[in-house]
């Protein structure tokens, strides 16, 4: 999984994050209060955004940036695929409740063509976990679970290493990677196929850096306990609830979890690792399959259309605007995602993570964010609620090429000078107005307000 083993980042203080929390366990008519610290502008600015919802007594959203046309990035989605830079890839875009554009570019398997379409789908790797958060937010407005609640509440065979923190453990402690450990405790034996119940016994033992909810951790198998929670608290599995309570009202119609539910897809994305002859096609690895609120969602560029229209505001009706609010706000600081790549460290100021979502401020925009890898996949969510948009982007391979996709995308809908984050022989002034020849016209998606083909400049 993607995740850099850093000094941990420090908290908001606890008492104030569980403040933020607490009037959603009241129900989704409950209002996101104000409060101090690193929150504080993130709600202000999720509580603007929000009223999206309801579209119909409020003005449009703001335009995006003179010269913003979805067409020139899918030439340059196009582009990444020619001559198998990158097997396949898939692209959304939403902006103001409309699709931009829902597609599929390359192809789904070097061994065995076939062509990516809007329906083609991918493995999700942690951009799952922002599925984990919005599952368990739905529970909390139902009354089913609190924020606060304690997992030996809920599952009275937990413990940590410290019984005392055994004890203080919330439910939004493990969405926001604040259980504790170390940095992604016992990955490297979840890669080397133990199973998930043996792993979780193994956190008796796991030595602690910090109390719960006092500083930041990233996690996947600490984090998906929040699917035993969903069971503890609904009587049913934690795959059948996301189904019932995510995809099947978003319209998602071609998202599974797990190795079965990609498998059964009549149109699924190989991931390719690479070999001496270029890509080669592999079968999904099953270790992260293991933890499915971690990493275990598979959706096409037609769901995560549905998924960003949901969470941009445009369907209340599933998950209402308070809620939105909540999963979005930063509980915890995260100084490290500022590094690495060109367009972080040249873009970010600073760096949050909420509850399943990532929070950055870039070039002094709020952006809402999660990226997620397994071997053979890659995959980038961020959403601009200033400005009602959002943008999806998953990959069939290894490589790290198409990630400057995104900066780019941002860079235009938000009218910044372009940075330079994909490779020069990637041209943006060659349009396709039509995509690839494989793609699907996203006026053929469920939801779909407007097809590719009538994406105009803003």
């Given amino acids: 999984m993607n995740c850099n083993k850093k000094k941990p980042s420090r908290t908001l203080p606890r008492l104030g994050a569980i403040a933020l929390l607490l009037p959603l366990t009241l129900g989704s008519t409950a209002q996101t209060p104000q409060h101090s610290g690193m929150a504080n502008a993130a709600t202000s600015q999720a509580m603007s955004s929000s009223a999206v919802a309801h579209p119909a007594n409020l003005p449009p959203a703001p335009p995006l940036a003179v010269g913003f046309d979805a067409r020139q990035f899918e030439s340059m989605a196009q582009q990444l695929v020619a001559n198998q830079r990158v097997p396949g890839l898939a692209m959304a875009m939403v902006h103001d409740g409309k699709i931009l554009t829902s597609r599929g570019y390359g192809i789904t398997d070097t061994s065995h063509a076939a062509p990516?379409?809007?329906?083609?789908?991918f493995r999700l790797a942690s951009l799952s976990k922002s599925?984990?958060?919005?599952?368990?937010?739905?529970?909390?407005?139902?009354?089913?679970?609190?924020?606060?609640?304690?997992?030996?509440?809920?599952?009275?065979?937990?413990?940590?290493?410290?019984?005392?923190?055994?004890?203080?453990?919330?439910?939004?402690?493990?969405?926001?990677?604040?259980?504790?450990?170390?940095?992604?405790?016992?990955?490297?034996?979840?890669?080397?196929?133990?199973?998930?119940?043996?792993?979780?016994?193994?956190?008796?033992?796991?030595?602690?850096?910090?109390?719960?909810?006092?500083?930041?951790?990233?996690?996947?198998?600490?984090?998906?306990?929040?699917?035993d929670m969903v069971f503890a608290a609904t009587g049913d599995f934690y795959a059948q609830e996301v189904q019932r309570r995510i995809f099947k009202p978003l319209g998602m119609n071609d998202a599974s979890l797990g190795l079965e539910g990609?498998?059964?897809?009549?149109?699924?994305?190989?991931?390719?690792?690479?070999?001496?002859?270029?890509?080669?096609?592999?079968?999904?690895?099953?270790?992260?399959?293991?933890?499915?609120?971690?990493?275990?969602?598979?959706?096409?560029?037609?769901?995560?259309?549905?998924?960003?229209?949901?969470?941009?505001?445009?369907?209340?009706?599933?998950?209402?605007?308070?809620?939105?609010?909540?999963?979005?706000?930063?509980l915890v600081t995260t100084p490290s995602e500022i590094r690495g790549s060109s367009w972080r460290r040249t873009r970010l100021t600073s760096a949050g993570y909420a509850l399943g979502w990532r929070t950055y401020d870039y070039a002094g925009h709020r952006v809402v964010f999660h990226g997620g890898a397994v071997q053979g996949y890659r995959g980038l969510i961020a959403m601009v609620p200033e400005l009602d948009f959002g943008v999806a982007i998953m990959w069939?391979?290894?490589?790290?090429?198409?990630?400057?996709?995104?900066?780019t995308i941002l860079d235009s809908a938000l009218g910044l000078p372009t940075g330079q984050w994909l490779d020069d022989d990637i041209d943006p002034t060659l349009y396709a107005a039509?995509?690839?020849?494989?793609?699907?016209d996203s006026a053929n998606a469920p939801g779909s307000h407007a097809s590719a083909s009538t994406a105009a400049p803003h």
């Avoid at 998924?307 to 605007?321: F, I, K, Q, S, W």
């Fill in 116 to 121: 990516v379409d809007s329906h083609t789908v």
């Fill in 434 to 440: 039509e995509g690839s020849d494989n793609s699907t």
């Fill in 262 to 330: 990609i498998q059964a897809s009549p149109s699924w994305a190989r991931p390719h690792v690479r070999g001496r002859g270029g890509w080669v096609a592999m079968m999904p690895k099953t270790t992260y399959y293991q933890v499915l609120p971690a990493a275990g969602v598979n959706a096409s560029a037609s769901d995560m259309a549905q998924y960003l229209l949901a969470h941009t505001g445009h369907r209340p009706d599933v998950l209402p605007a308070p809620l939105l609010a909540t999963l979005h706000q930063p």
């Fill in 396 to 407: 069939n391979s290894e490589s790290s090429l198409p990630s400057g996709l995104l900066p």
């Fill in 131 to 227: 599925f984990a958060g919005t599952m368990t937010g739905l529970l909390v407005n139902d009354g089913s679970l609190r924020w606060d609640s304690k997992l030996v509440d809920y599952l009275p065979t937990f413990r940590l290493s410290d019984p005392l923190a055994s004890q203080q453990l919330t439910v939004a402690d493990l969405l926001s990677h604040r259980v504790g450990l170390t940095h992604n405790a016992f990955d490297r034996d979840l890669e080397q196929y133990v199973d998930f119940r043996t792993l979780t016994h193994k956190l008796a033992y796991a030595p602690l850096q910090c109390a719960p909810g006092t500083c930041y951790s990233y996690q996947n198998v600490a984090f998906s306990l929040v699917g």
